[in-house]
């Protein structure tokens, strides 16, 4: 079956250290995007790709870093940079540009606690 | 600007039709509405979408007003594991990116 993989479902960061998140898809689609979910609240969007080896920034891009060196993988990297990393991420890819009318497939989620 | 308008939280009884309201005042011509939905820590879910006319499918029906400025997400028959936080969604066709809120939490009733 076709989807998004995210791993590790968890993850525990010291503060000051890097962490890079991964995100796999065998859908076939050109667009994947990553979220950040605090609490209570709905999804911020860090950063999304329309084609390999091109990115852009979401609106919370501070502190994030993505390569998209291949269409099934876009990797997020937390670096220490990021004030508050502590949050659920969630990466998503879609058909991509220019297919209005299409939906979003959404991995399960990466929760990352600092320590 | 989520650009949608949604309760923060609702209840429907167990087998009873789950009507949640979204206004999308300011949705442009070519915008589609989507509606997700998120069971706690997991991925959202696609549900539905529609741009002017209402859409059914086997989990939910759109009903979108005629102005555009709002819509109804029907769950026809509750059921305990339709609890969960909706959203609802206008994509935003300049750049393709879904811009969202904090949805509304319902929860169902025994």
């Known amino acids: 079956d076709g989807g998004i993989t995210q791993s590790p479902k968890y993850l525990f960061r010291k503060e000051g250290q890097n962490v890079t998140l991964s995100c796999e898809q065998n859908?076939?689609?050109?667009?994947m995007y990553w979220y950040r979910q605090d609490p209570g609240q709905g999804l911020r969007l860090i950063y999304y790709?329309?084609?390999?080896?091109?990115?852009q920034k979401g609106d919370i891009a501070e502190g994030y870093s993505v390569s998209r060196e291949k269409k099934e993988s876009f990797p997020l990297t937390v670096t220490s940079a990021q004030k508050n990393p502590t949050a659920f991420y969630l990466c998503?890819?879609?058909?991509?540009?220019?297919?209005?009318?299409?939906?979003?497939?959404f991995g399960s989620g990466t929760r990352l606690t600092v320590v | 600007d989520a650009k949608t308008t949604q309760p923060p939280s609702m209840d429907c009884a167990e087998g009873r039709a789950a009507n949640l309201p979204c206004n999308h005042s300011?949705?442009?011509?070519?915008?589609?509405v989507y509606w997700y939905r998120q069971i706690h820590s997991q991925g959202p879910q696609y549900i539905i979408h529609?741009?002017?006319?209402?859409e059914t499918n086997e989990m939910a029906s759109l009903i979108i007003t005629e102005d555009r400025k709002s819509s109804t997400l029907i769950l026809p028959h509750a059921t305990l594991r339709d609890t969960a936080v909706y959203y609802c969604?206008?994509?935003?066709?300049?750049?393709?990116?879904?811009?969202w809120g904090a949805g509304t939490k319902l929860i169902i009733k025994p």
């Open positions: 529609g741009l002017k006319n209402n």
């Open positions: 998503a890819s879609s058909i991509g540009r220019g297919r209005l009318g299409y939906g979003y497939t």
């Open positions: 859908l076939n689609h050109d667009a």
């Open positions: 300011t949705i442009s011509g070519n915008e589609y």
């Open positions: 790709s329309q084609i390999v080896n091109d990115f």
């Open positions: 969604i206008v994509r935003v066709d300049s750049n393709y990116q879904l811009i």
